[in-house]
């Protein structure tokens, strides 16, 4: 079985993060960047399913050369090969357009099951699963708790507002987790020395055949218009009786 792991690098949720003024997008340089935290829940299901079952690991990313980082954590974690797609162009991609380089690498590299976090830390959308198994027209199931393939068949169960859904799809298909129950497990020396012996391909949108003209920012879909720190001081002095009546006002109490 190969499953494909989605690991997005995203800049730390501790951390404080600023846009470009000039174009509403993140400034990278000087934010602390991480693995997506649900991301790694994927990895962990997917390097469990492997040791389960049988089959390869591959790490997949769309990022700018610096997300290389994010790839060589899964190797080290015990990925067995990655993938990077990497242009100039991607600047400032949205969701529909990283759907489509994503689609177009998973189709060259092949796959029975793809995982990824059911959310991301910095776009916080929701929709990677259900855009790529359009995409692919493969059947999806998000937002899984519990994960489990049995045969041909992916199954897990999805927490609701009055409990839970049981979902099951044939393979190949497209899951997203929250947390999972296993804790996803920390890197090790020597799986940080193997990872460097382990191969790391970077394709462009020319590799995938994919026109730069339907990606990047002049293209998106979706972006950032204004951007500005909320007033903190507003209603925030004085005594307790000052703030009832502020509340009150605006007829929160």
Do not use: I, M
């Given at each position: 079985m190969h499953l494909v792991v989605l690991v997005k690098q995203v800049p730390d949720p501790t951390a404080e993060r600023r846009l470009d003024p000039a174009d509403g997008t993140l400034v990278r340089d000087t934010a602390d960047a991480v693995v997506d935290p649900l991301d790694l829940h994927a990895l962990e299901a997917a390097l469990a399913?492997?040791?389960?079952?049988g089959?390869?690991?591959?790490?997949?990313?769309?990022?700018?050369?610096?997300?290389t980082a994010a790839l060589r954590h899964a190797l080290a974690t015990g990925a067995d090969r990655a993938v990077h797609v990497s242009d100039p162009a991607l600047h400032g991609a949205c969701a529909p357009q990283t759907s489509a380089v994503l689609a177009a690498a998973l189709r060259r590299v092949?796959?029975?099951?793809?995982?990824?976090?059911?959310?991301?830390?910095?776009?916080a959308l929701g929709v990677m699963a259900a855009l790529l198994g359009e995409r692919l027209g493969v059947?999806?199931?998000?937002?899984?708790r519990t994960l489990a393939v049995t045969g041909t068949t992916v199954?897990?169960?999805r927490a609701t507002e009055d409990g839970w859904w049981e979902l099951a799809a044939d393979l190949p298909a497209v899951v997203s987790t929250w947390a999972l129950p296993s804790v996803p497990r920390r890197r090790s020396v020597a799986g940080i020395r193997a990872?460097?012996?382990?191969?790391?391909?970077?394709?462009?949108?020319?590799?995938l055949d994919v026109d730069p003209a339907t990606v990047g920012l002049a293209a998106a879909t979706s972006r950032v218009v204004s951007a500005g720190r909320p007033d903190r001081t507003t209603g925030r002095t004085g005594d307790t009786?000052?703030?009832?009546?502020?509340?009150?006002?605006?007829?929160?109490?």
């Open positions: 399913l492997r040791e389960a079952s089959g390869t690991v591959t790490a997949l990313t769309v990022g700018p050369p610096p997300a092949g796959f029975d099951l793809v995982l990824c976090g059911a959310a991301s830390a910095d776009g059947p999806h199931l998000s937002g899984l199954t897990g169960e990872a460097q012996a382990k191969p790391l391909t970077t394709w462009t949108l020319t590799d009786a000052e703030l009832v009546r502020f509340l009150a006002d605006r007829a929160l109490v």
